[in-house]
């Protein structure tokens, strides 16, 4: 099975709108502000559901927030 | 911290309190052989008791937001894997104190009854100290996850 690496914006998208703090993103996805340093460092890859979550909380696609990179490429 | 890592800390700080509570008559009554001296009258024991559950309380149900779950997605995935480390760790254990008597006391040896209730203790506790400390691990040392 092909391994790869889940990339994200969290951080950036999170300064880019109006500062928001990880407590702020984590109330408005219903996770705890544990889960938020997980993602955005990179230890922790979400579920599907709050991906999109995530990604509509800044408004933007899924795919704007997440990259997935595969070994290979 | 969120309420599953006040959990495993709660968890810990039993354990270590259990420990000292079983271990302090048990040496007493059958390695020193004379009943154990009270450090407390009955009266504070109980106070004692009171604010360890009372502060407990108030450190397990302070809240990092108003908004905050009590579990999310994440949470569940640690304490599915601390649950399994547990588990296993029953397996080993009791594994363990069915093969130490035969050593200790030998094949045709006895052991009192009353030790298997200290035994199925001490299994008990030591379930619990590792689901305690696979959750912490996995939270990552200190308990900050990498923020700060």
């Known amino acids: ?73 | 911290m969120n309420k599953t890592q006040k959990s495993a800390i709660f968890c810990l700080v039993t354990f270590l309190f259990a420990v000292v509570v079983i271990a302090y008559p048990f040496i007493s009554i059958f390695i020193l052989k004379s009943w154990p001296e009270s450090f407390f009258s009955r009266i504070w024991s109980m106070i004692a008791y009171f604010v360890f559950i009372a502060a407990s309380i108030i450190f397990l149900r302070k809240k990092q937001s108003p908004n905050e779950p009590d579990f999310d997605e994440r949470d569940d995935l640690i304490k599915k894997r601390a649950v399994i480390a547990s588990f296993v760790s029953v397996w080993i254990l009791l594994a363990g104190v069915t093969v130490i008597p035969r050593f200790v006391v030998g094949i045709k040896g006895s052991i009192p009854v009353w030790l298997l209730s200290f035994i199925n203790l001490g299994v008990f506790l030591g379930a619990l100290l590792v689901y305690s400390v696979a959750v912490l691990i996995q939270y990552g040392w200190r308990g900050k996850d990498g923020e700060g």
Not at chain 1, 4 to 25: A, I, P, S
Not at chain 1, 59 to 66: I, K, L, P
């Open chain 1, 1 to 73: 099975m092909a391994k790869g690496e889940l990339n994200n914006k969290v951080r950036r998208l999170r300064f880019d709108n109006g500062e928001m703090t990880q407590q702020q993103l984590a109330d408005a996805t219903g996770v705890t502000r544990q889960t938020i340093i997980a993602i955005e460092s990179g230890k922790y890859a979400p579920s599907l559901p709050l991906a999109f979550r995530i990604a509509r909380t800044f408004g933007v696609r899924v795919e704007d927030v997440f990259q997935y990179e595969d070994e290979d490429s």
